[in-house]
């Protein structure tokens, strides 16, 4: 017996799959909103995303390898204090993902990759400048810088693996997603030796965090590439 198969079209399946009903709620409501994009995707959006998680990912692996010695070596933190920027940096960054999904749906991921992307570059920029102060002040001042950093870099690792999956029409959500993770893994394991070595030839490592801000400053013009979206928050009535 012969049988032939159909090419797999992830479009027609995806369309699919938003029109059947599981239990109760359909694929759109499970998650409690329904995305509506109002942008054209943009053919290039999965290289985008790439550079998306590759920048996030790059911002992160440098920050947590080298806040520790930057409190210490640069702003002359103890024992005790030189811990308080990481603490900082790692609490926001846990809260920030806490809240990711909801402020996803409510403004929308153009906006979220935008504002993180300034927050995450001023909370760098803070503690470049601060640098120079005396050790108690800038010890505070920069644990609030990367508290501000943490919360910007926290939305964009959720928000690019997200936007592979539901977003892209081009590929497989499956392939999508593992590419734009590929991505994001280069770009934490770049991070800490690029920082190293311009720190080694600079002399030092404010030089290095500077660095490290002008990269993330990029993620500000890749949001322009990002589709524009509505987000409906369903009520239990609506469902």
């Known amino acids: 017996m012969s049988s032939s198969t159909r090419p797999y079209n992830p479009t027609a399946e995806r369309n699919r799959l938003l029109s059947e009903e599981i239990g109760t709620y359909d694929v759109r409501t499970s998650q409690l909103s329904i995305v509506t994009l109002v942008e054209p995707v943009n053919p290039n959006l999965l290289f985008n995303l790439c550079c998306l998680s590759f920048l996030a990912a790059f911002g992160e692996g440098s920050l947590v390898t080298w806040m520790v010695i930057y409190f210490d070596r640069v702003l ?49 920029m803070l503690v470049f400048a601060v640098s120079t102060l005396p050790s108690a002040v800038a010890i505070a001042l920069s644990s609030i810088g990367l508290t501000i950093t943490g919360f910007g870099l926290s939305t964009l690792l959720p928000i690019s693996f997200s936007s592979a999956g539901h977003l892209t029409e081009l590929l ?68």
């Not at 609490?91 to 999904?101: E, P, S």
């Open 76 to 124: 002359g933190a103890d024992s005790v204090d030189k811990s308080a920027g990481f603490i900082c940096f790692m609490v926001a960054m846990a809260v920030g993902r806490f809240c990711c999904d909801y402020l996803r749906r409510v403004y929308g991921r153009k906006l979220m990759v935008f504002v993180s992307g300034v927050l995450a570059v001023s909370g760098l």
């Open 172 to 239: 497989h959500s499956g392939t999508s997603v593992a590419t734009v993770a590929v991505c994001a893994y280069c770009g934490s394991i770049t991070a800490s030796p690029l920082v190293g070595v311009l720190s080694d030839l600079t002399g030092s490592l404010r030089y290095g965090f500077l660095f490290v801000a002008v990269v993330l400053s990029l993620i500000v013009p890749l949001s322009a590439w990002i589709p524009l979206e509505t987000s409906r928050l369903l009520t239990r009535t609506t469902l």
